[in-house]
């Protein structure tokens, strides 16, 4: 999108989406946002999570000959909110019967010709959060905002809000926002690698930042597993919080030891091994004059495939 396109463009709210699709392949028709037609006009969403009973919501639409075009859970979910308001329902209880029908994770943004919805499952598996962009004028009617984490919110200027509650429903329209549980017992249940891994540095969760949590992660393992050592460095981007952690507790100097090339993306993502390990090929160097001759402590967030850890 360049800025005459964008001109081109009318409305008054938006839904966009650039996570890599987890279910099903990178093809064109899997790109979010989901666009699905219902009695009531087109829903457009957008899908962060994974749900687990992908399989059985695909055999439930394919017997009522639902058109399925694209190989993701996110069309499932679109496809069942289109189902529940072809029975009759409005948007609101059309999508909170829908939720129902959906297992796993998913927080959703939906936009209708009526309104924005956002919701997190029942657990809250992913992140979401809203905000509000800055008004101009006192009498300006506030504009909201959702995002999967608050960095997101930072990059336009926007004014963190609050996180959306596992099991709520926001339902955002020209009259203001409104909020419904749809839940009756949330759990929550954050997924561990949004802390370790997935979300950005400078991204906030539970008032604190995701660098600061990661270096306190470094610090507390520098106390349960103490080792003698010359360097300690980190594995670039996501382990070098606590790779410092570490060091700012253990009294072991930090430094670069690794040097990654900001042009490979995510490897552990690529659809296939060989494109995985060409990746990592290409990914990280080591500093030799740095390393030579040292005990090194390498500290890295996680483990996925293994096939990073080989290389390193």
Known sequence: FNELLL????????VGHTRYSTTGSSRVVNAQPALVETSLGPLALAHNGNLVNAQDLHTYL????????????SELIALVIAEEINQGKDWLDAAISAFHHCQGAFSLVIGTPKGLMAT?????IR?????????????????????????????????YLREVEPGELLWITEEGMASFHWAQAPQPKLCIFEM????????????????????????????ESPVE?????????????????????????????????????????QPTQTMREAGIRMKLNPL??????KRVVI????????TTSRKI
Request: with cysteine.
């Open 120 to 124: 997190r499952d029942a657990n809250g």
């Open 62 to 73: 394919s017997e009522l000959n639902h058109t399925i075009v694209s190989t993701t859970d």
């Open 7 to 14: 001109k081109e463009l009318t409305g008054y709210l938006a």
């Open 196 to 223: 370790i891994y997935f979300a950005r540095p400078d991204s906030v969760m539970g008032s604190e930042s995701l660098y600061s949590y990661r270096m306190r992660i470094g610090r507390r393992l520098a106390e």
């Open 229 to 269: 050592a010359d360097l300690v460095i980190g594995v670039p981007d996501s382990g070098v919080p606590a790779a410092i952690g570490f060091s700012q507790a253990s009294g072991i100097p930090y430094a670069e030891g690794l040097i990654k090339n900001r042009y490979v993306g995510r490897t552990f993502i």
């Open 288 to 293: 030799k004059d740095v390393l030579a001759g």
């Open 127 to 159: 992140p979401l959060v809203i905000g509000t962009l800055p008004r101009h004028e006192a009498t300006d009617p506030v504009r909201y905002v959702l995002a999967s984490e608050t960095c997101g919110l930072d990059i336009i200027g926007a004014d």
């Open 299 to 306: 500290v890295d967030d996680s483990i996925v495939r293994g």
